[in-house]
């Protein structure tokens, strides 16, 4: 190889490297040096961005960027700034902002408070000008972190006919171990995916995934469905593998003709599958982006309600050096489950940025036939953060949107094996868990395009997508997106195996 052919390649090598580069760094507050959450941070010659995570980190693209261009970081309550890509690169990865200081006395120079009445008449007034969130493709990034913490579990088995002593000490035994790696596991999964999201209005949506991740520790992916399944397989492994059984629990015939070898080919079929369902998916993340939406009876239609909420004007802020209300809500009703702060501009009371939260006392969906069927259910937990961004035709659309939902579960189910032979021999045993699941969902609107009818008819929705399933974090899956930057607990999950 010539000389001018080695110098030829490694300049396109460093090239290709440099436009496959991301800029990774971290936004703080210059008084206190503490992380500033959901700063939005975008490059001047693009029309996408990404926003910082709660403890301030953020990765940007650098694909199709230039030293020259300016990278904006702007925040609520925060003086914008604006840095050259080159300034960035040699000043290092920390960014700082000042705060404004919030006084609504000093910076309202008219000599009359704004009534609150009004400014939330104007707010709802002006929904039809400053949203439309239909008929629009939203090119997405969306994290979904699952978390399970059982305080009780316990596996015992009340008779067992037809097995032998040894067999159902064995059988104790198993389930003891098994009991005792669910209650001490730190049970934890994360599923990321980017894609397309086709939305012709709120009821009528589709959505493309272009990559999916799933990271999880296998030997702890322990659901509810997944310890009840756990269970019975000890208890088949102690039957007769050549034989069928009837599974009841309480008054409930659940299968008619459960085999081990049936199952064990089952969990092979699955193990070999990594397939999620894109409806799934889809519902999950139409979750947070129905919060764009200000139609009849969505959430947050609902928020700004005067019939349902009371608002009090709090304070003023600012906003890349534009006044913004503080207004604080909270229920006026007993059907009115939340609190919390709105930020809406005083140029066009647009909401900028909502913060909720379950209102002292209040609780979400409930379902207790505890004494009935052993079932109890209560979401305790629910709070979010929802910010909106302006695009260039003026109109609000939802930039980011984060839910975090924690519910209280107990089960008690007796399972009964009764095998399907003249014997008739039985095996039942009690099933009780009782603990508490915590989910938390991101969404990130990275582009959003117009879309017509017949681009949306067009699109079919597949039914499942293969996901890649990882043991450990790795940014590089990533480096061709704007995504979320991870937490540090996500960069530091390692799986077991």
């Not at 704004?114 to 007034?125: E, K, L, Q, V």
């Not at 009991?179 to 990321?192: E, F, G, L, M």
Request: proline content about 2%.
């Amino acid at each position: 190889m010539t000389l001018k052919k080695f110098l030829l390649i490694t300049l396109l090598s460093f090239s290709s490297l440099l436009s496959a580069q991301n800029f990774s760094g971290r936004v703080l507050d210059t008084i206190n040096q503490q992380p500033i959450p959901y700063v939005a941070i975008q490059f001047n010659s693009t029309t996408h961005g990404v926003i910082s995570n709660i403890d301030g980190y953020f990765t940007i693209s650098l694909d199709a960027v230039k030293d020259s261009d300016v990278l904006n970081i702007s925040c609520l309550g925060y003086g914008t700034k604006s840095v050259l890509l080159n300034n960035l690169k040699s000043d290092g990865t920390v960014i700082y902002l000042s705060e404004h200081l919030n006084e609504l006395d000093a910076v309202i120079l008219t000599g009359e408070r704004p009534s609150i009445d009004s400014i939330m008449a104007r707010t709802n007034r002006n929904i039809k000008t400053n949203y439309r969130p239909n008929n629009v493709s939203n090119k997405i990034f969306h994290r979904s972190t699952a978390y399970m913490d059982f305080d009780e579990l316990n596996f015992d088995i009340d008779k067992a006919s037809g097995m032998r002593k040894s067999k159902l000490e064995s059988a104790n035994k198993s389930l003891d171990s098994l009991t005792n790696v669910v209650i001490n596991a730190n049970i934890a999964h994360y599923t990321d995916f980017a894609g397309t999201f086709f939305v012709l209005d709120a009821k009528n949506k589709k959505l493309n995934v272009d990559k999916a991740t799933l990271l999880l520790d296998k030997k702890r992916d322990f659901s509810m469905e997944t310890i009840e399944k756990k269970g019975k397989e000890i208890i088949l492994k102690y039957l007769d593998p050549n034989a069928t059984y009837k599974v009841k629990t309480g008054l409930f015939k659940v299968e008619d003709s459960l085999s081990l070898k049936e199952e064990i080919k089952k969990e092979q079929e699955e193990n070999e599958k990594k397939e999620l369902g894109v409806e799934s998916l889809k519902e999950t993340a139409s979750s947070q982006l129905n919060k764009g939406f200000f139609d009849q009876d969505t959430f947050m239609q609902q928020l700004i309600d005067t019939d349902l909420y009371r608002f009090i004007l709090q304070d003023v802020t600012f906003y890349m050096n534009e006044m913004v209300y503080v207004v604080n809500f909270k229920p006026r009703r007993s059907s009115s489950k939340y609190s919390g702060t709105h930020y809406i501009s005083s140029a066009d009371y647009g909401i900028l940025r909502t913060d909720f939260s379950f209102a002292k006392g209040k609780r979400g969906e409930k379902f207790n036939l505890r004494l009935l069927i052993g079932v109890k259910y209560v979401e305790n937990i629910s709070n979010g953060t929802v910010l909106y961004d302006k695009n260039i035709e003026g109109y609000y659309q939802l930039k980011y949107a984060y839910r975090e939902i924690g519910r209280y579960i107990y089960v008690h189910r007796p399972f009964k094996f009764i095998e399907n032979s003249s014997s008739r021999d039985k095996v039942s045993f009690d099933f009780l868990l009782e603990g508490s699941i915590k989910e938390k969902h991101e969404l990130l609107l990275l582009e959003t395009n117009p879309l017509s009818q017949a681009e949306y008819n067009q699109f079919t929705q597949p039914e499942h997508i293969i996901y890649q399933e990882l043991d450990r974090y790795d940014a590089n899956i990533w480096k061709d997106y704007n995504v979320i930057e991870p937490l540090e607990e996500m960069k530091q999950f390692k799986s077991s195996e």
